[in-house]
């Protein structure tokens, strides 16, 4: 059976503007081609470019990579989301949908200023950190917590219909959020530290204060989030998925598998039309329709229609 998709993080648009690459077939892991094997299908792609080392500063590469991504959504005529209207309609008549996020807070110099105006040009969820703390938080791998100005960034991007991804924050800037935040958060492609205890996964009590929010958690397709082995399964993603399941999780976990940002991926999948094997994995091993269906677009459905406008 195929599922609509409705995933909460990905890297392709960075990694198309660094390749010079085509939205319609490429040689990463997401393409419009292996869209159109689904109902229906809505991406949050992310723009992280802290990573990227060249001569333009964070904000010279965000609007290089930015301007690159909407060329390619005019071109092959892919609407953008802006709303949780237009979400909703992709995924009950069928399609493709682009909703744009950002990773990592430094595309606009941490400014809680500017979030209104990348409101207006669509984005719709923002990590106020990657893996180097900022002007606004600590990260999981840097430690620290939310600063006055990271403070004034939760409260304005929320009110502008921008969802909160606590996915690279360390642990005490997840609790800072969740202390004042005042609609659900997402932590958008992380897993279950009880399962696997890398640092960039849930603990239990961090996914029930999510479940508590109203968010959603989004299952990380990367290997060595999923297991300490040298090689992961379907397995070992049912290993998580059990665990959120355990939490009273249902209706909390979502799809968030990191693709064209992890070059380790379980056993029998290497790209986006994979998720089809991995829903018929789950049907054939037990899940209803009710929990696949929730997490292939339900659960992350009901939070943009609470979050976003």
Not at 145 to 159: K, S, W, Y
Request: with cysteine; hydrophobic share 40%.
């Amino acid at each position: 059976m195929k599922y609509p998709v409705l995933d909460g993080h990905c890297d392709t648009a960075v990694e198309l503007w660094r390749k010079g690459e085509s939205l319609a077939k490429n040689s990463g892991q997401i393409s419009l081609a292996q869209a159109a094997e689904f109902p229906a299908y809505v991406q949050f792609f992310a723009f992280c470019t802290v990573w990227i080392k060249n001569a333009q500063t964070d904000e010279e590469r965000f609007a290089s990579a930015m301007a690159y991504f909407s060329e390619q959504l005019r071109e092959h005529n892919i609407p953008l989301c802006r709303t949780s209207a237009d979400v909703s309609a992709i995924l009950q008549n069928g399609g493709v949908g682009a909703a744009l996020s950002i990773e990592g807070a430094e595309a606009f110099d941490c400014d809680p200023g500017r979030l209104e105006k990348l409101a207006a040009q669509g984005v719709r969820m923002i990590a106020p950190v990657w893996n180097a703390e900022n002007a606004l938080a600590g990260s999981c791998m840097t430690g620290g917590g939310l600063t006055a100005q990271g403070r004034e960034f939760v409260r304005r991007a929320q009110r502008a219909g921008i969802l909160v991804d606590v996915s690279h924050s360390s642990e005490r800037t997840f609790w800072d959020i969740c202390e004042i935040a005042e609609k659900p958060i997402v932590a958008s492609h992380s897993n279950a530290k009880a399962v696997c205890g890398h640092v960039r996964n849930l603990t239990d009590e961090q996914f029930r204060a999510i479940c508590d929010l109203g968010g959603t958690a989004g299952l990380n397709l990367y290997a060595p989030f999923l297991t300490q082995a040298p090689r992961a399964s379907f397995d070992d993603l049912r290993r998580h998925l059990d665990r959120f399941l355990e939490l009273d999780g249902e209706g909390h976990i979502a799809l968030g598998a990191d693709l064209d940002g992890c070059d380790l991926l379980p056993e029998g999948f290497s790209g986006l039309d994979d998720y089809n094997r991995l829903g018929d994995f789950l049907k054939t091993t037990g899940y209803s329709d009710e929990t696949i269906q929730n997490l292939f677009c339900n659960s992350l459905m009901k939070v943009v229609k609470l979050c976003i406008m």
